[in-house]
């Protein structure tokens, strides 16, 4: 097993600095057109993908780095170029981690590049679990697939919000209840491949950050798709539901593993990778700043009620990173999250994101609150890191549920 490393190797180096590069040269320039724009930027993704930046065997060849290190320093350094900008090239990522975890070999194969398409015909996925009444709460789930065995079809009707490339995706991943009895151990996840009728976008979010990435509802409508689209298989899932149904009935929804939350367990220290790179991204933009800013005779830094600022600005960026990197090694390593160390590196990192930008905000005063620098732009889309893929508070009640053992509410 490779052990923990603190360093990234040379090849690694050689991969963030090729990324660094984009970021310097395509994202920074473009991150405040997008931002006012709010749309979804294709021409920044294509640029990603002609390079190979956005594409499956790029994102693969960092998901199956031994070191666990791979996906954590791409996302830090794609964030780092800016966060909207950033999660248009790394949405779809969540909705492959969906099939990675759990589909079977032949589904991963056959969706996952349908995800990203290729350099001349770039396409994008979703991830839709979240709905009006089931956000923190996947339990109360609505959407509803029920299986025509004549057909060997699923029938899927209900509504999601706040999909990540919802309705603009060529696949979406849809996770519905199958079982209403099991509470959210009846859920299952379905592939709805490209142009299937009956799956439309509703409205779409305007953002208070993140607005170069789209957000929206996903309606599906009498949504008709093969029985090999349910990930996973039906006797898979048959025996799980065996399973689940033997179990006591008080057992029902206490952290109890189902399919979204695989998702959002493997993708935690991913999305707590890219609040680290927003928090650098400020950190580094106030440093400069309060160098070369003077007030009374002498850069502001001179005062130690900003340079202590910046001293535990640069102090909570590493930390959370070495949580980050921590969490991605084992789960890479398939150690078990035995403190629940996925969420406490998404807890940390993302309030961080949010404190060391709004720190930012205020050593570069006025200017800081104007668009004419982008840390006003780095608040905004850092606020983001601590409401979804689990708010910090649900980060909270999985770390506390899973160090006492008890089912804490
Ligand atoms: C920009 C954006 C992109 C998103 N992308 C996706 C996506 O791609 N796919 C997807 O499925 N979802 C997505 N989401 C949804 C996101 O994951 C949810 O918004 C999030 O899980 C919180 O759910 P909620 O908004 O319903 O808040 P609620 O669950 O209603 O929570 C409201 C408040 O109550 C608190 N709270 C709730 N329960 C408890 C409790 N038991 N103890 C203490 N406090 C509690 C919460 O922490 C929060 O502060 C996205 C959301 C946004 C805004």
């Known amino acids: 097993m490779t052990q923990f490393m ?11 600095d090729w990324i660094h590069g984009f970021a310097v040269d395509v994202m920074r320039p473009a991150a405040a057109e997008w931002d006012e724009r709010e749309e979804f930027p294709w021409p920044v993704v294509q640029e990603a993908a002609k390079i190979g930046l956005y594409s499956l065997d790029f994102y693969a060849q ?4 031994p070191t666990g290190l791979g996906v954590p320093m791409t996302l830090e350094e794609l964030f780092w170029g800016d966060a909207g900008l950033g999660l248009a090239i790394a949405g779809t990522g969540l909705a492959a981690i969906g099939v990675l975890t759990n589909g079977t070999e032949e589904q991963v194969g056959t969706w996952v590049p349908q995800m990203y398409g290729d350099a001349a015909d770039v396409k994008v996925a979703a991830f839709c679990s979240s709905e009006p009444d089931a956000g923190s709460d996947v339990s109360a789930m609505r959407t509803r697939a029920v299986y025509d065995e004549a057909k060997d079809e699923w029938v899927i009707n209900g509504t999601k919000t706040w999909a990540t490339n919802g309705g603009i995706a060529n696949v979406h991943v849809v996770v519905a209840v199958v079982d209403p009895e099991l509470g959210s151990r009846g859920h299952a996840s379905f592939i709805v491949p490209p142009g299937t ?11 208070h950050g993140i607005r170069a990435s789209h957000t929206a509802e996903v309606v599906l409508d009498g949504v008709r798709v093969p029985g090999h689209c349910l990930l996973g298989g039906k006797e898979k899932l048959d025996e799980r539901l065996a399973r689940a149904r033997e179990r006591a009935a008080g057992e029902r929804g206490a952290g109890s593993p189902n399919a979204a939350m695989a998702t959002f367990e493997a993708s935690r220290p991913a999305v707590g ?7 650098r991204a400020a950190y580094e933009v106030a440093l400069d700043y309060a160098k070369t800013r003077v007030q009374f005779g002498r850069p502001i830094i001179d005062n130690q009620g900003i340079a202590f600022q910046l001293a535990d600005m640069r102090t909570r960026v590493d930390a959370a990173r070495l949580l980050v990197w921590r969490a991605s090694w084992m789960a890479t390593a398939g150690r078990p999250f035995t403190a629940a160390e996925g969420s406490m590196s998404k807890l940390f990192a993302g309030e961080t994101a949010k ?25 905004r889309d850092a606020a983001i890191y601590t409401i979804f893929e689990g708010t910090s508070e649900i ?3 999985v770390i506390a549920r899973t160090i006492s053992g008890m089912p804490i509410r």
């Open 395 to 397: 980060q909270r009640l």
């Open 6 to 16: 603190m360093e990234l190797d040379e090849d690694q180096r050689g991969i963030r």
């Open 273 to 279: 990778a890219q609040a680290v790179g927003i928090a």
């Open 355 to 379: 404190t060391v930008t709004a720190q930012a905000m205020q050593i570069l005063g006025g200017n800081g609150y104007t668009r004419e620098y982008p840390v006003e732009r780095m608040h």
């Open 197 to 207: 009728p009956g799956l439309s976008q509703g409205q779409k979010f305007k953002k």
């Open 62 to 65: 960092q998901f199956f780095d």
